[in-house]
């Protein structure tokens, strides 16, 4: 998993590239012009020419400004906003919460608490995907392998042949078969399509009400966050690469916990009052923090993960923390304002 983990950050983050030559060494001094036989007259000493001012030192551009990291009463405040616009009601401000809520509480509380991380419960994670990852991994990978694989999910199947034929001229015959579409996205565009799908939720018509409402806003609010972090990780310090996990499995346990509310909602539509939403993000955040660690992400990234929620005010953050706040707040800012904006 440890080597699966290194592969996947040199296929998304990639290192820097070197300079490709040396500068080249200085051109020797031309010889001094020697004056005609035919002068007779010696000329006097001159003075030397004074020495040309070294040129000036181009500016250095300054470093991008850092916004500081929300406050607590303002991280507080804003995810009451985000949770009422995540599920789509409105309810009183009040420390009740009902059976339901319990019961998905309860169930949520015992998963963080427990040996296992709830990594199984990700429907994608543990299976097709690493198995595609490892095959990807080759410089020769067998076309007709990969195909195969790819056509056990058929979300991938959808995905593959869309992009392939995004990837085709206008005009040119639509692609209708993997095979050939893996053909014409190649090795590098299935691996950063493949790595994206890994992480995305499942939604399909057996999906219930909640997992149908919230998991396409807690996947966008993830990858504009994984985006945000990936921008700001250079001027905080941290490795752009741990900051984009950071931002995308920072919501792996929320997304868990969308079929315990579909199970124990059943037709009810009545969840998401403030003492559930408060208690559930703590929560899910420590089944998040415990699946990165489970799949051998950098310990950075769990501890960001268990940072973002810390009750304290005033509690110290670790540079990734810090990094994941500012790209948790910044991301639910801007969906809030389009929705404003939209209304």
Not at 100 to 119: D, V
Not at 281 to 287: F, I, K, T
């Amino acid at each position: 998993m440890h080597q699966w983990y290194q592969w996947l950050k040199r296929l998304i983050g990639g290192a820097a590239p070197r300079s490709a030559l040396p500068p080249a060494p200085p051109a020797p001094p031309a010889p001094p012009e020697v004056p005609p036989a035919a002068s007779r007259t010696v000329p006097q000493a001159a003075a030397a020419p004074a020495p040309a001012a070294p040129p000036a030192a181009p500016p250095q551009a300054s470093p991008a400004a850092v916004p500081a990291a929300p406050t607590f009463e303002q991280k507080d405040l804003l995810n009451t906003r985000y949770n009422r616009w995540l599920f789509g009601a409105a309810h009183e401000d009040t420390l009740e919460t009902s059976g339901a809520e319990q019961r998905i509480l309860q169930t949520l509380s015992a998963i963080a608490g427990s040996p296992t991380s709830g990594a199984d419960l990700m429907r994608r994670m543990p299976g097709l995907i690493p198995q595609l990852l490892q095959s990807l991994r080759s410089e020769h990978f067998a076309g007709a392998d990969i195909a195969r694989k790819i056509s056990n999910d058929v979300v991938l199947v959808a995905a593959v042949i869309r992009l392939a034929n995004g990837a085709m001229l206008p005009g040119a015959q639509a692609i209708a078969s993997v095979e050939h579409a893996v053909i014409v996205i190649g090795q590098e565009g299935l691996r950063q399509l493949i790595t994206t799908v890994a992480f995305k939720p499942i939604i399909d018509l057996n999906s219930g009400h909640y997992t149908r409402l919230l998991a396409p806003r807690i996947w966008e609010q993830s990858e504009r966050c994984a985006a945000a972090n990936r921008a700001l990780a250079e001027a905080l310090g941290v490795d752009p690469f741990e900051a984009f996990l950071a931002g995308l499995v920072q919501n792996a346990g929320l997304l868990v916990s969308l079929r315990m509310m579909d199970q124990a909602a059943g037709e009810s539509r009545d969840l998401g009052s403030p003492m559930f939403c408060a208690q559930l993000l703590r929560s899910a955040r420590l089944v998040s923090a415990a699946i990165a660690h489970d799949w051998h992400f950098p310990p950075a990234v769990t501890q960001a993960v268990r940072e973002l929620d810390a009750l304290q005010k005033g509690a110290p953050l670790s540079p990734m923390g810090r990094l994941l706040s500012l790209g948790d707040h910044q991301s639910k800012t801007a969906i809030l304002e389009e929705q404003e904006t939209t209304q």
